[in-house]
């Protein structure tokens, strides 16, 4: 079992920054890909980043490479979303997931997530 909290969250201007935090329990988080998500109102929920489990590799969406990146703290049990460059489309509940087993390598199909975090609010004013 894997539970994930989010953090970070809030209101920027077009422009700012923001880092999310993904605070998970278990002893196992380490063998876990990890990934963020999000979700603006009326749309469907799209993949933004993951990590391997060591850190090693990422990948990202093209909406948000260049002007996101993705890390993890394994000691810390946390992963983190730094979000530069924030512009209006960025907006959204934002989600850190896991996938159902702790796969290692970099995830990018939703359907192989299967822990999910409460979502953090970011919205970014123009």
């Known amino acids: 079992q894997v539970q994930l909290v989010e953090s970070g969250g809030g209101l920027v201007q077009a422009g700012g920054s923001l880092r999310l935090s993904c605070a998970a329990s278990?002893?196992?988080?380490?063998?876990?890909?990890m990934g963020w998500f999000r979700q603006a109102p009326g749309k469907e929920r799209e993949f933004i980043a993951a990590?391997?489990?060591?850190?090693?590799?990422?990948y990202y969406a093209d909406s948000v490479k260049g002007r996101f990146t993705i890390s993890r703290d394994n000691a810390k049990n946390t992963m983190y979303l730094q979000m530069n460059s924030l512009k209006p489309e960025d907006t959204a509940v934002y989600y850190c997931?896991?996938?159902?087993?702790?796969?290692?390598?970099?995830?990018?199909?939703?359907?192989?997530?299967?822990?999910w975090g409460q979502g953090t609010q970011v919205t970014v004013s123009s």
């Open positions: 997931a896991a996938p159902s087993a702790p796969i290692g390598t970099v995830v990018v199909v939703k359907g192989l997530y299967h822990y």
């Open positions: 278990g002893r196992t988080f380490s063998s876990y890909a």
């Open positions: 990590i391997s489990w060591d850190g090693g590799s990422t």
